[in-house]
């Protein structure tokens, strides 16, 4: 059903779908997010740059690879890295999670090059709809080694969402893979 709910957002906005006048106006006014659970914290991601949520498969190992990359999959013919953004968000890595984790599939940019990676997440619960001014600026402080990579904090419940910088999050793990860093 998530999977249906991502592909059904999505595919609406990419086909350039005709909506009245007023709708325009709401659509752009608010932004729908994946969210995710890490580490027992809740993450937002914006819809378009999601692909599609997998369970989490056979991954092959790369040896000699950096800590936080998994190991690749076969997508449709296609080889795409899995990243575990425990280890560059500093989270203990936890074997003993009851549910098997998930591999968000995201459109990430770097340079001038679109490419497809995965994000192994604890869980996808949710796409939500938000105005955007409600995202709050990031506290230059106390988000802890996540902080570079969230752009901002959305109210939610009785807390806050982090809303993720995606790119930022893959700028950063080529520059570590590329140098030969341990995360």
Same mark, same amino acid.
């Given at each position: 059903?998530?999977?249906?709910?991502?592909?059904?957002?999505?595919?609406? *906005?990419?086909?350039?779908?005709?909506?009245?006048?007023?709708?325009?106006?709401?659509?752009?006014?608010?932004? /729908?997010?994946? #969210? @995710?659970? =890490?580490?027992?914290?809740?993450?937002?991601?914006?819809?378009? *740059?999601?692909?599609?949520?997998?369970?989490?498969?056979?991954?092959?190992?790369?040896?000699?690879?950096?800590?936080?990359?998994?190991?690749?999959?076969?997508? *449709?013919?296609?080889?795409?890295?899995?990243?575990?953004?425990?280890?560059? @968000?500093?989270?203990?890595?936890?074997?003993?999670?009851? !549910?098997?984790?998930?591999? =968000?599939?995201?459109? /990430?940019?770097?340079?001038?090059?679109?490419?497809?990676?995965?994000?192994?997440?604890? *869980?996808? $619960?949710?796409?939500?709809?938000? %105005?955007?001014?409600?995202?709050?600026? /990031? %506290?230059?402080? &106390?988000? &802890?080694?996540? $902080? /570079?990579?969230?752009?901002? =904090? #959305? !109210?939610?419940?009785?807390?806050?969402?982090?809303?993720?910088?995606?790119? !930022?999050?893959? #700028?950063?793990?080529?520059?570590? $893979?590329?140098?030969?860093? &341990? @995360?």
């Amino acid at each position: 059903m998530m999977l249906e709910n991502i592909t059904q957002m999505t595919s609406g *906005r990419m086909t350039g779908s005709v909506l009245a006048p007023e709708k325009q106006t709401e659509l752009e006014k608010s932004q /729908s997010y994946v #969210i @995710f659970q =890490l580490g027992g914290e809740h993450y937002a991601l914006e819809v378009l *740059r999601v692909q599609e949520v997998l369970d989490m498969g056979a991954l092959t190992h790369v040896p000699g690879a950096p800590n936080s990359l998994r190991g690749v999959l076969n997508l *449709r013919g296609h080889v795409v890295p899995v990243w575990d953004l425990r280890i560059p @968000f500093g989270l203990p890595v936890d074997s003993s999670i009851s !549910r098997a984790p998930c591999v =968000l599939m995201v459109e /990430s940019n770097v340079g001038d090059q679109v490419r497809v990676t995965g994000l192994l997440v604890d *869980r996808v $619960s949710d796409v939500l709809e938000f %105005p955007n001014d409600s995202i709050q600026p /990031s %506290p230059p402080m &106390g988000l &802890g080694k996540a $902080s /570079s990579y969230v752009r901002g =904090l #959305i !109210r939610w419940q009785e807390s806050f969402l982090l809303v993720l910088d995606v790119d !930022r999050v893959f #700028i950063s793990l080529m520059n570590l $893979s590329q140098s030969g860093g &341990g @995360f």
